[in-house]
């Protein structure tokens, strides 16, 4: 239940502080992140896998699971966004090979993976392999693209061209509206008072 499932969550912080000296508490967090039946525990096991420090083994098996083609797509994506959350870490090279993949990927659900994998991390290796998703058949993988390409508008001229395109002529209106995201400009928040019935700012009493 939920009660159970915020107990284990605060147990998870506590294991972290034991897992710079101990490699089996990085272990434990890993099976939780994987296996637990609370998506909120999983995500939480899967922070503090991203606070570890990252040396130079922990980089090594992480690139080696996130490249492992035979593992599923969920622990080898957990792997990626644990590196690509380290400053330390360079996934240079695993982003070119997964970029290569992606071109590969067999049917939508896979591409879909790919997709999401390339928006929880961005990198620019993930630029063309969005690209070459926007103009897929399937709306669901062109809707999907188009979310993570908008992260990268700001990195080459030519993803606002493509968002551009897909803004004003993709068949789908989901992916239109998407896409149009990129250019709407951000919200200043503004203060707001409560009026009172007379439409003047209500003074709150000081005690």
């Known amino acids: 239940g939920a009660e159970d499932a915020a107990i284990r969550a605060r147990a998870i912080n506590n294991l972290r ?3 710079a000296d ?8 890993w099976q939780i992140a994987k296996g637990d039946g609370s998506k909120e525990v999983r995500a939480r096991a899967e922070d503090s896998l991203r606070r570890l420090p990252m ?7 992480l690139t080696q699971t996130a490249a492992n083609s035979g ?8 792997a990626l966004r644990v590196l690509g959350a380290s ?8 982003a070119v090979s997964l970029a290569q993949s ?5 049917d939508d659900e896979t591409k879909i993976a790919y997709i999401q994998a390339f928006d929880d991390v961005n990198n620019d290796q993930f630029m063309i392999p969005l690209v070459n998703s926007v103009q897929d058949a399937n709306p669901e993988v ?14 080459d001229p030519n993803v606002m061209e493509w968002l551009k395109v897909l803004a004003e002529s993709d068949p789908d209106p989901r992916v239109r509206k998407e896409a149009g995201r990129a250019f709407r400009k951000p919200q200043k928040q503004q203060k707001r008072e409560s009026p009172d019935k007379r439409g003047k700012p209500i003074k709150k009493e000081r005690r």
């Open 142 to 155: 062109r809707l999907r693209a188009t979310d993570a390409l908008v992260d990268y508008k700001d990195k």
């Open 17 to 19: 502080s034991f897992a």
């Open 55 to 61: 040396t130079e083994t922990r980089q090594i098996a």
């Open 87 to 94: 400053k330390e870490a360079d996934i240079s090279q695993l």
């Open 71 to 78: 593992l599923p797509f969920e622990d080898r994506w957990s």
């Open 22 to 29: 101990d490699p089996n508490v990085e272990a434990a967090l």
């Open 102 to 106: 992606a071109q590969y990927a067999p």
